[in-house]
């Protein structure tokens, strides 16, 4: 099988972001640094949802599938911002088929 990132399917322009939680010793909340690291296009598929109650609150998990062209540099933990709609996905973690540096898959959940 080879690995095709067509430019027609990458119709999605994203910015990818890495973000970086400050610790602070006083409280659990920990405020998040957001930095641009790149703009990129990519295809958007929906992979699955899954919704539960927890502490008597309705949760929603929604999961994606996103693809780019392979970029150094990417890690699990980063924000994927779709530029127009507003959504953000943060990435749970990153397939790189068949080895070769051409295409990445990102797996992520999305912020709802």
Excluded: W
Excluded at 45 to 74: C, F, Q, W
């Amino acid at each position: 099988m080879s690995v095709h990132v067509r430019a027609g399917n990458n119709k999605h322009p994203v910015t990818i972001q890495t973000v970086t939680k400050a610790d602070d010793d006083f409280s659990t909340n920990a405020a998040e640094t957001v930095v641009t690291f790149g703009k990129a296009r990519a295809s958007i598929r929906p992979v699955s949802a899954d919704e539960r109650t927890k502490n008597g609150k309705l949760t929603m998990e929604i999961t994606h599938g996103i693809r780019i062209r392979y970029r150094e540099g990417v890690t699990p933990g980063m924000k994927i911002i779709k530029d127009r709609g507003n959504r953000s996905f943060r990435i749970v973690s990153i397939l790189n088929p068949e080895e070769i540096g051409v295409a990445m898959d990102l797996m992520c959940k999305e912020d709802v």
